[in-house]
């Protein structure tokens, strides 16, 4: 069983809809990141939490400790959010990532 | 922008051969970290360096090694490729106060 399990693994999704990619983890971590993967490649730390709630713009991110649980939350989305969206988490005394499997997000006009 | 530079964007090689791939990290930052997203495995953590002294090893082959130099770049060689090894390589590097990791654009290589 991996550390780290996102779900769900693809996601398609029409232009406006509500969005929620959900992410278990299996250790005791000091946070949780959501990263953002464009098809270029290239990788953006979109949140970094530890406890409660974090929004920016259209984006809030959850986590609670106690279920070892976090969510991503995509409002009015749009297809330039058509992107990977990876959860990773880091650990205490070291901030290495371990990511999950990533969640393959395609946002229909 | 992330502030992380990596170089080369793209490497492509033969098998057997050696390749240096460079990173230099966000000013500030003494943290460098080198993972590599292959398709069949996804993104796995190489090694961390810290102010120059190596820090946490993942999973890295014995045929890959890394340092860090005193102005705090970072190379990443890989040695004896084989055509397993084509992947994206990041480095990240890591803010000292509130550990948030920023990305470099990774370097592509392929091994033939």
């Known amino acids: 069983k991996n550390e780290v399990e996102q779900s769900p693994q693809n996601l398609t999704a029409q232009e406006g809809e509500f969005i929620t990619i959900n992410c278990s983890y299996s250790v005791g971590i000091s946070a949780l990141h959501w990263l953002q993967q464009h098809p270029g490649g290239g990788i953006v730390s979109l949140f970094m939490l530890s406890s409660g709630k974090k929004k920016h713009g259209r984006l809030i991110a959850t986590i609670n400790i106690q279920e070892k649980h976090s969510s991503l939350h995509i409002t009015a989305s749009h297809p330039r959010d058509s992107a990977v969206y990876i959860c990773a988490v880091s650990n205490f005394g070291n901030e290495k990532l371990t990511f999950g499997t990533g969640t393959r997000l395609t946002i229909i006009p | 922008d992330s502030g992380v530079t990596q170089t080369p964007k793209h490497l492509i090689t033969a098998t057997g051969q050696r390749v240096t791939l460079r990173c230099s990290p966000r000013s500030g930052d003494l943290s460098v970290y080198w993972y590599q997203q292959s398709l069949d495995q996804g993104l796995q953590f190489l090694i961390q360096?810290?102010?120059?002294?190596?820090?946490a090893k993942g999973n890295i082959l014995e045929r890959f090694s890394a340092q860090q130099f005193p102005d705090l770049h970072s190379e990443l060689n890989l040695s004896s490729l084989e055509l397993g090894d084509s992947a994206l390589y990041f480095c990240?590097?890591?803010?000292?106060?509130?550990?948030?990791?920023?990305f470099g654009p990774g370097t592509r290589l392929t091994v033939l």
């Open positions: 360096y810290y102010n120059g002294e190596e820090r």
């Open positions: 990240a590097s890591s803010d000292r106060t509130s550990g948030k990791a920023f």
